[in-house]
Every structure is written in C-alpha cells, then in structure tokens.
Nanobody, 124 residues
C-alpha cells in the first residue's frame, strides 16, 4: 500500500502562483511515475502532468503546458506541482497519484494510488 498526502492548496488571485506538495509513504519501492490530476465541480477528473521515477521526463496537458511544472525529490519521497500564471479555470481539487508504470499516460486507470486532494481556488 502507498499513502499519498497533498498539501499547499488555497486561494490565489489570477496570475498568481502556488506550489502543491505530495508526500508518499508506505510501499514506496513500488512507486514509479507520479502524476497530478484535477477535478473541477461538475467535471471529470482530468490529467495535469506526470514525472518519471528519475525525474528525467515530464509530460503535461496542453491546458497547463508552459505554466505548470512537476518535479520530485526522491530523498524526501515528495512530488511537487509548481503552478504559475494561474487562471480562474484552474480552480479544482488537485490530486496526486502514483503509478507502477515508468511512463504512464493520461488515463486515471494507469495510476494505482491516489491522495485525498487539495483545493485550489483562483479568484479575485
């Protein structure tokens, strides 16, 4: 079992920045790639970005490319989502997830464990 705990969400004005963290514990040896998803009210949970175990490869949804950055610190068992130039449409609950695969795609089914989510609200 893997436990994931997100933190860092909150209220931010449009154009602002936030950094989310996701701390992993449990069977960490089984964790390969890590991903971030988000879910806005009334919408499906959607892929945001993911990073390979080594951190050498990242992949992003077109909607966040150039604004969001996924990184990880394996010594701290933590993955991060740096969000810049935030827009009201980025408002959602953000979830981190772990995968057994080395380079999973955008489907939720490719991720085995999920955190409880953290709320991000972008509003003036």
């Amino acid at each position: 079992q893997v436990q994931l705990v997100e933190s860092g969400g909150g209220l931010v004005q449009p154009g602002g920045s936030l950094r989310l963290s996701c701390a992993a514990s449990g069977s960490i040896f089984s964790i390969n790639a890590m991903g971030w998803f988000r879910q806005a009210p009334g919408k499906e949970r959607e892929f945001v970005g993911r990073i390979t175990r080594s951190g050498g490869s990242t992949y992003y949804a077109d909607s966040v490319k150039g604004r969001f950055t996924v990184s990880r610190d394996n010594a701290k068992n933590t993955v991060y989502l740096q969000m810049n130039s935030l827009k009201p449409e980025d408002t959602a609950v953000y979830y981190c997830a772990s995968a057994y695969l080395s380079a999973p795609g955008v489907s939720r089914s490719e991720y085995a464990y999920w955190g409880q989510g953290t709320q991000v609200t972008v509003s003036s």
